[in-house]
């Protein structure tokens, strides 16, 4: 209560400092202090005592000097307040000006975000083209076909990310997916783990691993593989619940990118390595060593060129498995700036027909595997 009633007094007190007739009272009492420094100067200079202590001593008061001292001091007091009164209005002109820029600066970023005006018809030349990717998938009977058309589907949603950026240089784009594994059992035989998890170990659900065969790139001529990919495995805990450190700051014992894809089934990206560094420092609870081997992967190791990437999940289609997600698909580019500005939560919805084909070819692939 205190604090409000400050904060009024202090804004009426502005309110008045800052009004234009005050201006003419400082003046006036300048002119009138000038005034009786010319004629009454000696009167003034001869009086040692100031009006305040001697009030009731009339034989010793000196009335001259008094009201000059009191014009000197007002002028001070109201020169100093209305100081005060601009430099406050002007911080908070200051403020708002900031505030609004910043508006302006996020609408304009929003704007640079979307997609150019020729999006669509592309957009509409790659779902066309994917469609043969899905029939020659489905009735193929052999493994390495499937994989070709899953190829074919990622280049497309390559293409399609490199114009939604508006990038028109060369920049190398790349998508893979990496597939849940019930229990931890892998297709390669050798992966490179993230965390050290035996297989069905009770505290997590399975892992997520990523396939070679199954990613592309936009530096390589028909959507060949990506020779910079390897098996790569990332265990999903069990527990998803969040805590709260000593700080009280909510703490996730999933980790960014893929594995937060699958677990919430949302789209997850990080513009820059920088953010994904922030996120790892500011909100995750996973093990630290577990964490420098992620910055380490981006710093010095196989995914330094990595400057920006996203992930989204794959749902299966399978009535009897509704909801549950066969993998992650990830994209990234040798540069910062990947889907940036919520550019990806715009993005991702546009992907959902290239998320069911994957899921469909993914399925099919899945059965002719168990075949072999």
Known sequence: MTSFFNTLLVDFAEKKLLNPWLSGVIASFTILAGAQASFFGDDIKSSHYLFLPLLFDTERLSLVATTFWLLVISVTLLLGGTQWAQNRAAARARSEIETQAKKLEGFVRRLESLPPETYLAGYQEALRGVSSSVISGIYSH?????????????????????????????????????????????????????????????????????????STTTSQPDFALDPEIFPFVVHIPKNKEPSRDGNYKLRYPVLPGAPWSFVYKEYAGFSTIHELKEWLEMKCSVEIAVQEKIRTYFSTGQGQQIRSFSSMPILALAPDVDGHVLGVLNIHRYAEGLLAEKGGERFSPLLEPFRLILSILLTVRNEKLKKL
């Open 142 to 214: 052999k493994v390495p076909q499937i994989e070709s058309a899953i190829r074919n589907v990622l280049g497309a949603v390559l293409e399609l990310a490199r114009q939604y950026d508006k990038c028109n240089d060369k920049i190398p784009y790349c998508a893979n997916i990496m597939l849940f594994r019930q229990g931890g059992k892998t297709e390669a035989k050798n992966p490179f783990y993230l965390n050290e998890v035996p297989p069905n170990h009770p505290d997590y659900d399975g892992c997520l691993e990523l396939v070679p065969s199954l």
